[in-house]
């Protein structure tokens, strides 16, 4: 991990797009800037067609302006390279580059990503601009760090996709021998005998192939891969000491394996946005930055954008206000798990545009408005929890998140569609987090799996799994570890075929469980089980040979059936939940084994609604807490709150909406004063 030059401590700010204004607003930019004591902007990700105007003649003076201003009132920059944004020019010229639906329609210019990263026309004037880039502001003063394009996801179905998609299978899979296997070709007659025929997947009569679905995910994480690859290197050879990112944003549609992109990057770098207004916002929020933070190796990692005052509920089709104390408590939720600062999008906003409502530092309304008043203030904070950028978290508890095994069961063909992937994590993380535990996030297919100092691990649908991942979940297991396996997990290998002899396939046996049929549930229905749980979404006809059932169902066909099993194992203990427990239910279970595997929560008895997180540095310790919730509580705390300026001890009350950043006094220290 390399932190941007020129910058201690965290840093504050946000996308600033001066080209989108005059002149003099960026006088008035720079001048607010430094009243919220903003010290970090991103500049030029969607500058292509300001930058280039033409081929080849690039006007750069507006650029060298802005980033002389930016640098004299103290403010470093992330400097982007704007090829998510093509110029007009460039789609009139190289139509073969615009993007491709699956359905075989050819998009045309007039949004942001109109390109195919497989076009060799769009990677050279890539490599083109970002040479530029890299040439003249190699040893400008402002410059901190570089940001390649913007949220890799866009994936097209166009003749040059096509093409890199068969070099791809071929070096995947070697010979059409392979292939076929791997796609199981003799079902619907699929098995090809030529490379030509192998083409990627497009809009076709009924079901398509899910392994070839599958690989198309993959084949798009490599390639937008290395597309990134080749800014960078461009970048490094320019400017070798200038660390270089790209934002990872955070969707099921994005095809993108971020867990193995993150070793290509010099910091991980996040957007997020959640998409909820109750409490999952908070539980959403605690999700991506201990994803990333796990992405991270659990090093220091960056909160590239988020909104000021919106959230974003794109299902529903509304922007929700998010009111200002939730901003602070966002912003400082990621910064507890990690984040070296918090970045917005965007910095104003602008006067007109496709996104002329997104959320910014600067609204519409002005610097008078209450969103930079809570800008304001936030910078204040951020500035005076410098100190707390030393620390790490430490977990002792962790889940799994596999991006395969989500684009897996994203196939129509699933026995049910009402499963999501992010779902069904979300769900796990959602029970440890009411439980008050700190969670890692492993990743499977990372190139190190390694479970070392885990007492604790939850796979939540793991639908695809080596052989390898398999025996060392079970060698954790038989040396100590407590396992959590949901339904639909170990069911097929790497290349989605289905493990024969029973579901949860590779886990059968460590489990001590069998599940001859799956019965999903409609998504309103629920099934009762013992202890007076329910459950919903999911269920299955299960034996347990070799395991102990903990719960049963209840009613309906299965009724009397088990429904969650225990088993011990070696020293450590595996359970296995055939069906979504409610909420609660999934909470209290997941405490009890947490209790069992000895992982205690951060704060324990701290009320519904409390999120506290710790962060350690040699002897000295940080506890954020935060109350999401609407009224004052009391938790029993020891230190100097950094946000109020103040020594607390014992029982000290939190307002509504409130955070407290406490400089925790050593355990040993504590006891003599309380002598």
Known sequence: MRWPNGLDGLCYGGDYNPEQWPESTWVEDVSLMRKAQVNLVTVGVFAWSRLEPQP???????????????????????????????????????????????????????????????????????????????????????????????????????????????????????????????WTGSFWSQSYSDWAQVDVPRATQYLANPTQVLDFRRFWSDELLAAYVEQRDVLRRATPDVPVTTNYVLADWVPVDHARWSSEVDLVAIDHYPGETDGRAEEQTAFAADLARSWAGRRPWL????????????????????????????????????????????????????????????????????????????????????ETDAGTVAAHAAISWDAASGWALQHPGMPSRHISYADEVAAAYRALWRCGVTTDVVCPTAATFDLTGYRMLVLPALYLMSDAVADAVAAWVHDGGHLVVSYLSGVADPAAQVRLGGYPGALRDLLGVRAEQFLPLEPAATVRLTGGRTGRLWQERLTAPDADPVLRYAAGVLAGQPAVTRRRVGAGTA???????????????????????????????????????????????????????????????????????????????IAEGGVMVLREQPPRRRRRRAH
């Open 56 to 182: 080849g003649r690039y006007v750069v003076d507006w650029l060298d302006r802005v980033l002389d201003l930016l640098h004299d009132g103290g403010v470093k920059v992330v400097l982007a390279t704007p090829t998510a944004a093509p110029p007009p020019w460039f789609s009139l010229a190289h139509p073969d580059a615009l993007p491709v639906t699956a359905e075989g329609v050819r998009l045309h210019h007039g949004s942001r990503d109109t390109y195919c990263a497989a076009a060799p026309a769009y990677r050279d004037a890539a490599r083109a601009v970002a040479t530029m880039l890299a040439e003249r502001y190699r040893d400008h003063p402002a410059l901190a760090m570089w940001h390649v394009h913007n949220e890799y996801g866009t994936i097209c179905h166009c003749p040059h996709a096509a093409a890199a998609f068969r070099r791809w299978l071929r070096e995947r899979y070697g010979d059409l021998d392979g292939l076929n296997q791997a």
């Open 575 to 653: 359970w296995y939940l055939s069906t979504r427990l409610d909420d609660d239910g999934y909470r209290d279970l997941l405490a009890v084994i947490a209790a069992e595997a000895g992982v205690l929560p951060v704060l324990p008895g701290a009320p519904a609604g409390v999120e506290a997180v710790r962060k350690v540095a040699g002897d000295d310790r940080w506890l954020f807490v935060f109350n999401h919730g609407t009224t004052p509580v009391e938790v029993d705390v020891w230190g100097e709150d950094l946000v109020s300026a103040r020594v607390v001890s014992g029982a000290v009350r």
């Open 303 to 386: 909160l590239m954008e988020s909104a000021p005052n919106l959230i974003y509920r794109y299902a529903e089709g509304v922007y929700a206000g998010k009111e200002p104390d939730r901003m602070l408590r966002h912003s400082l939720a990621h910064v507890a798990r990690g984040s070296r600062g918090a970045m917005f999008f965007q910095w104003r906003a602008p006067r007109g545009g496709a996104e002329v409502f997104h959320s910014a530092m600067v609204p519409h309304a002005g610097a008078d408005s209450r969103t930079f008043q809570a800008t304001t203030r936030l910078g204040e904070l951020l500035t005076g929890l410098a």
